[in-house]
T-cell receptor, first 113, second 114 residues
Framework: AQSVTQPDIHITVSEGASLELRCNYSYGATPYLFWYVQSPGQGLQLLLKYFSGDTLVQGIKGFEAEFKRSQSSFNLRKPSVHWSDAAEYFC???????????FGTGTRLQVFP | DTAVSQTPKYLVTQMGNDKSIKCEQN?????MYWYKQDSKKFLKIMFS???????INETVPNRFSPKSPDKAHLNLHINSLELGDSAVYFCASSPNDRGAYEQYFGPGTRLTVT
């Protein structure tokens, strides 16, 4: 069965610093991988997705993620964090030709000025 | 234009009551979902409908009944509300019948049962 782990519950960074949020998945083949962001009191917004091809994917708001099959990881990165990036970030995995996404438990990002 | 909308945004009610949450999407998607997000932010799928047909029905008490009058709407009715039903409920939609592709979420309905 698929599963996804986000090892970091809470991360704090200074504005302007770089960011990496970790995501590990469990699946027998190459899954579909997603990162969503949830701002306080809001719904989830899709940041980026990976289906196949180039393992480095670019998303909205300056985020990128890299799929590493050997590590079963799909870590999210941003070179310079802005205060408005403070939010909850969810990694999700979906098996091709199935009907649902499995979400990780989320990582809360706090940004200090 | 709002892509996936939910009403109400907040819902406070007493135990034992029956309540409904409405969801509408104007994206032309065929598949819609209900998720429950608990107090620890854990997101779990409850139901999915593809073109008005039930596709996914996770282990959810039968007090919860989804209804899809057309493919643009998926409502959630909850009978005999319990304290443990307090959560944020999200509606989502997907452009095809394979939800493992991208999903678009509504703003959520925060349900508080007292």
């Amino acid at each position: 069965a698929q599963s996804v782990t986000q090892p970091d519950i809470h991360i704090t960074v200074s504005e302007g610093a770089s960011l990496e949020l970790r995501c590990n998945y469990s699946y027998g083949a190459t899954p579909y991988l997603f990162w969503y962001v949830q701002s306080p009191g809001q719904g989830l917004q899709l940041l980026l997705k990976y289906f196949s091809g180039d393992t480095l994917v670019q998303g909205i708001k300056g985020f990128e993620a890299e799929f590493k099959r050997s590590q079963s990881s799909f870590n999210l990165r941003k070179p310079s964090v802005h205060w408005s990036d403070a939010a909850e970030y969810f990694c999700a995995v979906g098996a091709p030709n199935t009907d649902k996404l499995i979400f990780g438990t989320g990582t809360r990002l706090q940004v200090f000025p | 234009d709002t892509a996936v909308s939910q009403t109400p945004k907040y819902l406070v009610t007493q135990m034992g009551n029956d309540k409904s949450i409405k969801c509408e999407q104007n994206l032309g998607h065929d598949t819609m979902y209900w998720y429950k997000q608990d107090s620890k932010k854990f997101l779990k799928i409850m139901f999915s409908y593809n073109n008005k047909e039930l596709i996914i029905n996770e282990t959810v008490p039968n007090r919860f009944s989804p209804k899809s009058p057309d493919k643009a709407h998926l409502n959630l009715h909850i009978n005999s509300l319990e304290l443990g039903d307090s959560a944020v409920y999200f509606c989502a939609s997907s452009p095809n019948d394979r939800g493992a592709y991208e999903q678009y979420f509504g703003p959520g309905t925060r349900l508080t049962v007292t």
